[in-house]
């Protein structure tokens, strides 16, 4: 497929969907929040409110900026928050840039007495743009189940394993021969992870997308079997 063009987003990044999952505490105060924001607006035909590209969020810096956007093209829609209940909050977005520019700047923007960012689902593959152009997220994560992983579950898992062992370097032996094991696993069409930024801030997690663009650029080019070890290995290598 590499010598078909991949489907972009028009602020410039590869059309990789990301939905951020929020966990509501106050409703009402949500709303309050949202039509205090001017780059927000109430959709009624789809029930939704769009992120648009303009007002407090003009400033956002993406591979094509606000100016270099045509006019007619103006207010460009850069999210979607769907409220599927009173607690359950999700904000669908285009791309993994998208995704990293929008945590923190609606952590700026909603208190966490309001609603607070739980997890992340994103779609592990690029599309053609000849065959793909009016493709949305939610298509994408509305039809298909995601598969969650949780890399703290996975580590302690390794960590009961080793656990019974007495031997230091038989130990760290069992550990990286379970850790290679599950870098060199092929990645799910659609994965779900937990997002930690209140404790971590956003480099972990644009950390993780920018590896799953990573693989499914390589996936597009042909190399499908290329996986987090590959990465890993190309990092070290670089070094």
Not at 5 to 33: K, M
Not at 159 to 184: N, T
């Amino acid at each position: 497929m590499a010598d078909e063009p991949i489907l972009a987003t028009l602020t410039g990044e590869y059309f990789q969907p990301v939905r951020l999952h929020y966990r509501v505490f106050d409703h009402e105060g949500l709303v309050r929040v949202f039509k205090k924001l001017c780059c927000l607006e109430y959709d009624r035909t789809q029930q939704r409110w769009v992120w648009l590209y303009d007002h407090e969020a003009k400033s956002l810096r993406f591979q094509q900026s606000y100016a270099q956007i045509p006019k007619q093209l103006h207010p460009l829609v850069i999210g979607s928050f769907f409220l599927r209940s009173k607690d359950k909050l999700l904000l669908d977005l285009r791309s993994c840039k998208r995704a990293t520019l929008a945590v923190p700047f609606f952590d700026k923007h909603l208190p966490r007495s309001v609603t607070k960012l739980t997890e992340a689902e994103v779609v592990n593959k690029l599309f053609s743009a000849t065959e793909n152009a009016k493709l949305t997220p939610h298509a994408l994560f509305d039809l298909k189940a995601s598969t969650c992983r949780d890399p703290d579950a996975a580590m302690q898992s390794v960590i009961e394993r080793i656990a019974h062992v007495q031997d230091p370097e038989k130990k760290l032996q069992i550990a990286l021969e379970d850790m290679e094991c599950v870098a060199k696993q092929p990645l799910p069409d659609i994965e779900r992870f937990p997002v930690c930024n209140y404790e971590e801030g956003i480099q972990a997690f644009e950390t993780a997308l920018q590896i799953r663009q990573i693989i499914a650029l390589q996936h597009w080019l042909g190399n499908t079997g290329y996986t987090f070890f590959d990465v890993f290995q190309s990092m070290q290598n670089s070094m």
